[in-house]
């Protein structure tokens, strides 16, 4: 596939991934505005409240940022140098807060058992550490595109695989817990699909598995297309998915 061919495939996927993320965005705002009034004051949000703003909003900034990259045609060599790093590190920030959003809902289904919520913290709290530098390890340089846009340049490889390898090993343990805990001492029938597929809605765990299914998708990429503007290909639908159904979480 020629450079020109993969840039607009990939700007596509951002525009997808945006329209994706803004017809949500729109469809729950007014549960979200309930969720504000239920608050004792602007400066007295609960924690749930805080999560779900970190989630969505850090999530917003990371489209909008890959879509001013993407599409602005205004960038100087300067400019580019100084905005590139925005989307990498506001999208890792933005998977953060998901994990933040998970390890709570975790700690619910488990029983409020604080040993899983300090285990959880500790492990997501690392893998998060890992995430932030992930970026950033291997040096980058802006790149200018044709249409004056602004990219990372790849051809040296980057080292992003890493926070893809971090949240599927993090969303793994998640679900793991998640689904030993529901399915633990129960005698469900593998047969008995409508009862399966209840518990399953009913925990949000299916939020967790296209999450987890979109982590999977970008870690691929990143690893087979490392040296590649190819990698980023999913990124910005990575961070949609992320957003929308970690804020969907209750």
Known sequence: MSSASITEAANYMKIASASIYAFDYIQTVPAEYRLYRKQKGIFRLSFPCWLLIFVRYLGMVAIILSLVGGFSKNF???????????????????????????????????????????????FGGLLSVVEIISPVVVPRNAKLGGTGNCISDLSKGSTSWVQYLCQVIFDVVILGLTIDRLFRGT?????NRSEITKKFWESQVIYFFAVTAVNIANLVFFIKFNKSSESTMLATLGMAITAIFSSHVK
């Open 187 to 191: 005698q469900l029938k593998l047969s």
């Open 76 to 122: 100087t060599k300067n400019s580019c140098h100084q905005f590139y790093l925005a989307v990498p590190m506001f999208k890792v920030l933005a998977a953060v807060a998901s994990h933040g959003v998970f390890i709570f809902r975790t700690y619910a289904i488990c029983g409020r058992n604080r040993t899983i919520l300090y285990f959880l913290l500790v």
